[in-house]
């Protein structure tokens, strides 16, 4: 067996072994049923939706916050200015649902890049309640969502609740590599940094925070020269001394007809950024996907021990998505190639990019992932 051959093994061994840790961890997180519901503990909660744009399957995500079980919430809508094409559909559908509270809110100030955290800042300036929910615009969730995520901060030294998310609608070739890259890669990967390594690893598709540990942590305008102000969220309240907790829930989002361009500028971006944040963690995802070790090892003639290595790896991964809700088809089988090849090309864009545009501004992604805006 010659070198290359021994390499690709191993590399193929260790994404095996990673994989199988994650596994085990989101099989875990999710018999533990954390967020179970307790009695008598409902807390009144301000929903923030810092909306831009259409995302898909707007309205019916955004009425799945309209039809939660819970007995007192409000909506919050955020938006630069109201011809933002996202207003109409959300008043439409607060217009539907007059018995939950919704307050609009057009603020067009821009303090440092980030617009999400300008959205945010806005709305919770104008939000009544102590628990503030944040969540994007392509999020869809269950009813009895709200009432299994506050049940955590019952305990007083909680100040934070996260969530897994897993992507849902997939009907595009591109989205549904997307969808196996974010549900067989980054969901399994959360799970472990949080549970395994016990690193607060908060994902912004939907953040429960309570406002005083959001204040004490600096809140949201501490925030606006950051691309990653979810992971910094949920890093400086962890410091402030609040204990952060992932839920055993898995929220939706929409990911249905993207574009190839679109599904490589994001994670491409993503993987910038969770370059500059994790360091050395990093170079973990070298591991994410299976088959460039595997093709290695076949090159250097170990292809029986490298077909039975990378089916026993797409076996666990397998069970992940049946833990999660979302079960491979036999056409995700066939892409699992593809979204490996993906997966690597992602991560070395990772290690050599600093540039990106988001949301139409050119920018750098500093230290942190502070946003550096180019001279005007």
Same mark, same amino acid.
């Given at each position: ?39 008598? !503990? ?53 217009? =539907? ?18 617009? @999400? ?27 009895? !969502? ?22 849902? /609608? ?24 949080? /549970?395994?390594? @016990? ?5 912004? @598709? ?19 020269? !950051? ?7 949920? =890093? ?24 190839? =361009? ?7 971006? +993503?993987?910038?950024?969770? =370059?500059?944040?994790? &360091? ?8 994410? /996907? ?12 170990? +292809? ?48 050599? &990019?600093?540039?990106?545009? +988001? ?18």
């Amino acid at each position: 067996m010659n070198a290359v051959a021994v390499a690709g093994l191993a590399g193929l061994a260790v994404s095996t072994l990673l994989y199988a840790v994650a596994a085990a961890e989101v099989r875990w997180l999710r018999r533990t049923e954390r967020g179970h519901r307790v009695p008598g !503990f409902a807390p009144p909660v301000s929903i923030l939706k810092p909306l831009s744009g259409l995302d898909e399957g707007l309205e019916d995500n955004l009425t799945s916050f309209f039809r939660l079980q819970y007995s007192r919430y409000e909506v919050v809508f955020s938006f630069a200015d109201a011809s933002d094409p996202a207003y109409p559909i959300a008043r439409r559908v607060a217009d =539907r649902h007059p018995r939950v509270p919704a307050t609009f809110v057009f603020d067009a100030r821009d303090a440092g890049g980030n617009a @999400k955290v300008d959205r945010l800042a806005a709305a919770a300036d104008r939000a009544r309640h102590r628990l503030l929910l944040f969540s994007d615009g392509n999020v869809r969730v269950r009813p009895d !969502f709200l009432s299994r995520a506050v049940s955590a901060f019952a305990d007083p030294r909680v100040g934070l609740v996260s969530h897994l998310f897993r992507a849902a /609608g997939a009907a595009s070739v591109p989205s549904r590599v997307e969808a196996l890259y974010l549900n067989g890669c980054l969901l399994p990967g959360t799970a472990a940094i949080a /549970g395994v390594l @016990k690193m607060p690893c908060v994902v912004g @598709k939907s953040i429960l925070v309570s406002r005083t540990a959001l204040e004490v942590a600096g809140g949201f305008r501490a925030l606006q020269n !950051f691309l990653a102000e979810d992971y910094l969220i949920g =890093r400086e309240v962890r410091r402030a001394g609040y204990r952060i907790v992932l839920s055993a829930d898995v929220v939706d989002t929409m990911e249905v007809r993207k574009t190839s =361009r679109a599904v490589w500028d994001r994670h491409r971006r +993503w993987a910038m950024m969770r =370059r500059r944040l994790g &360091g050395g963690l990093y170079l973990a995802e070298a591991f994410s /996907g299976a088959l460039p070790w595997a093709v290695a090892a076949a090159i250097g003639g170990a +292809w029986l021990p490298a077909a039975v290595l990378l089916a026993l790896r797409y076996g666990v991964e397998a069970s992940v998505a049946l833990a999660v809700g979302s079960p491979l088809r036999a056409a995700d089988r066939l892409l699992l190639p593809v979204r490996d090849l993906a997966a690597a090309a992602v991560f070395v864009a990772g290690l050599l &990019g600093r540039s990106v545009r +988001w949301r139409g501004r050119a920018m750098s992604i500093g230290r942190d992932t502070r946003i550096v805006l180019p001279a005007a």
